[in-house]
T-cell receptor
Framework: RKEVEQDPGPFNVPEGATVAFNCTYSNSASQSFFWYRQDCRKEPKLLMSVYSSGNEDGRFTAQLNRASQYISLLIRDSKLSDSATYLCVVNPVYRGYNKLIFGAGTRLAVHP | EPEVTQTPSHQVTQMGQEVILRCVPISNHLYFYWYRQILGQKVEFLVSFYNNEISEKSEIFDDQFSVERPDGSNFTLKIRSTKLEDSAMYFC???????????FGPGTRLTVT
């Protein structure tokens, strides 16, 4: 089983749509979770951390289900500028040095 | 806003040559990382560095790789004898004392011919 699994997409949605991405992780001892965004041939950029109680940042909502080892990202009112690859990232804390384990990413294309 | 910087943005080298990729992490950060991403594949962890020593490394980070923090600002990745399969985007990242969030530099695209 892969450490972090995501649906590769692509998700093709019109502007204004709501889109949800899912992710599962295999290491139940994982401590921290993130969504990063990556534009083509660019660096991953932190979109948001994911907390156990769920958290929201503007149009973005992240949820974590530790029992199911499942993470989600919801984007409301999609914009053209949201087109990117969304990376589910897990931090299996080990001796505190915090390497990140990346999923392969889910590609989102928002069209007019 | 402080950011991680990397040089060069693109490096072309011949197989067997040594390359040094350079990074300047965010100034108050204490933990430093290198990751790589082969075209079309996921981002993979290479090595983490703290308190002037390697804290963890992946299977990819073999004897051909080394890291160094030669002064108070730079963090380098050296590949001693490059192979074709080393062609990838190499990202440097850094973190402050808080758990988790890492900030990435723009990357160096390494092409080995």
């Amino acid at each position: 089983r892969k450490e972090v699994e995501q649906d590769p997409g692509p998700f093709n949605v019109p502007e204004g749509a709501t889109v949800a991405f899912n992710c599962t992780y295999s290491n139940s001892a994982s401590q921290s979770f993130f969504w990063y965004r990556q534009d083509c041939r660019k660096e991953p950029k932190l979109l948001m951390s994911v907390y156990s109680s769920g958290n929201e940042d503007g149009r973005f909502t992240a949820q974590l289900n530790r029992a199911s080892q499942y993470i989600s990202l919801l984007i409301r009112d999609s914009k053209l500028s949201d087109s990117a690859t969304y990376l589910c990232v897990v931090n299996p804390v080990y001796r505190g040095y915090n390497k990140l384990i990346f999923g392969a990413g889910t590609r989102l294309a928002v069209h007019p | 806003e402080p950011e991680v910087t990397q040089t060069p943005s693109h490096q072309v080298t011949q197989m067997g040559q040594e390359v040094i990729l350079r990074c300047v992490p965010i100034s108050n950060h204490l933990y430093f990382y290198w990751y790589r991403q082969i075209l079309g594949q996921k981002v993979e962890f290479l090595v983490s560095f703290y308190n002037n020593e390697i804290s963890e490394k992946s299977e990819i980070f073999d004897d051909q790789f080394s890291v160094e923090r030669p002064d108070g600002s730079n963090f380098t990745l050296k590949i001693r004898s490059t192979k074709l399969e080393d062609s990838a985007m190499y990202f440097c990242a850094s973190r402050d004392k808080r758990v988790g969030e890492q900030y990435f530099g723009p990357g160096t695209r390494l092409t080995v011919t």
